[in-house]
Structure formats: C-alpha cells, structure tokens
C-alpha cells in the first residue's frame, strides 16, 4: 500500500534497538507526522519527560474547568502530552502469547498510569475538533506506538454533548479525551471484583494524570461521567465489546 506523508514541519525519526533508560520509545519524533493511509493515522510528537510546573504546584493549583475558549486550537503537542498522560507506555513489555488468560498480556508495555495487574482495561479516544495538523475525526490512541488512527471522519463534538445531557463545554473544547472500558481484560483474572472496583480504580488513577497533566500546559478539563450510555454508543459508532466510562473536555481556559 503506498503510503503519501506529509511533515509538518522537520521530523527526526529514529528506532531505538536498546533500552538506555527509564522511559523507553520504538519512534521519536519531533513533530506531528501525518499519514495518508486506510485508516487514517497520525505519529504524534513525542511526550516530554519535564517540564517547568512541579508536581506540587499542579496538585494545589488543579480544578475542574467547564469553558474553555471555542476559537482556540489545541495543539498537537500538547494533544499528545495528554494523552500520553493519560495511558501512555512509559516501558515497552513483549506480550507472550503462550501466557495464560489469567495473566497480564501488557498489551505493549507498562503505562503513565497504574493498572491492576497490568491488564489495562481501556481503550483511549480522542475526539477531535480543532487541533491544529489534525483532522477533525474520533481516533483511537495506540499507546504503544503513540499515534492516533480515525474511526470516525465526522466532527461528532455536537451529538456527543447532547449525549452528555448537554454539557456544552464538550462542544467548546477542541478536543476530549474519552474511556471506554474492555471489562473482560479484567474479569479473567479477577471475577467480578475486576469489574466492580479494579477497573475503576484504574479509571481514577488515568483520569487524574489528565487533570495534572493539563495543569502543568496551562490547559483546563473536567471529568465527565453523566451521560446516556446508549447515545454515546451510538455516537462514537463504539464496539460490542467497549464500554463507555468517561470523557474529559481540554482546551484553552475561559475563566480561571
């Protein structure tokens, strides 16, 4: 299949054939790379390892924001930030085929955020609206190769806020973040307590990554679990196995 890529910008793509760190990636790049492909798939830039906020400042100052300015792009550097915050691979595992359902597959490595058992119940989405390079679209966050493949080339900004019984700050942000979960991942190896309080746990511990992370760029979000299942099923076309959990609104601040 011929790929056609643009770069935005300069981009330095370099595969890493050792570990020589703490935070390992297969690709680094510099900047968005967009690919025209079926599906069409983006290689977001690289996460950064520091920053200037301390961890201290973004836990007193973090709160939930509910307006943020319509008319100001997200941009692709600080849409992967937050995902990789939110569920990115920070130490790539080789899954193992012949190992038993009950234990963990890594699904690609060890993440930002803690799982039970390292079974990694979610799948991420982005819905995208306005982040400067990319289209908007709903992708699907691949944490092990950091890049994001559309399953929707719709705005759906609009029907997913009236699915969340009309929180317009959804249809304010330039992008959301969204969970759905895979209980299965959790129940075989952990019955009904998976899904009853493992997988929530895990929730809250990829959630308030986002919340912090989004302090720390000088973004808002807020947390958002009120919404009617079904709609939002229907709205992000979500599959049989997927359950919708959460989605998180990020943009530029309204009002501080």
Request: aromatic share 8%; hydrophobic share 40%.
């Amino acid at each position: 299949m011929k790929h056609l890529t643009w770069l935005i910008g300069l981009a330095a793509l370099t595969t890493l054939s050792a570990c020589t760190g703490t935070t390992e990636t297969n690709e680094t790049l510099a900047v968005l790379t967009k690919v025209e492909d079926n599906p069409l798939t983006y290689i977001l830039p690289s996460p950064k390892f520091d920053g200037k906020v301390s961890v201290e400042s973004a836990l007193a100052n973090r709160r939930s924001y509910r307006s943020f300015q319509e008319d100001k792009a997200l941009s692709a550097e600080d849409l992967s930030q937050i995902l990789w915050a939110a569920y990115g691979v920070t130490k790539f595992r080789e899954d193992n085929p012949d190992a038993p359902p009950n234990r963990p597959s890594f699904r690609g490595g060890l993440r930002t955020a803690p799982s039970a058992g390292a079974t990694y119940p979610f799948e991420i989405y982005a819905i995208v609206g306005n982040v400067t390079g990319i289209e908007p679209g709903v992708y699907r966050y691949i944490s092990d190769k950091h890049k994001l493949v559309r399953v929707m080339d719709q705005d759906v900004r609009e029907e997913l806020t009236v699915a969340a019984l009309g929180q317009v700050m959804i249809q304010q942000a330039p992008a959301t973040v969204f969970w759905s979960a895979i209980f299965s991942r959790a129940e075989v190896r952990y019955g009904s307590r998976g899904r009853e309080r493992y997988v929530c746990m895990d929730l809250g511990h990829s959630a308030q990554n986002v919340y912090l992370q989004a302090e720390a760029l000088g973004l808002g979000t807020c947390a958002i679990g009120a919404f009617r299942d079904a709609d939002v099923v229907r709205v992000l076309q979500l599959p049989a196995e997927e359950e919708p959990l959460y989605m998180m609104p990020v943009g530029h601040i309204l009002v501080r």
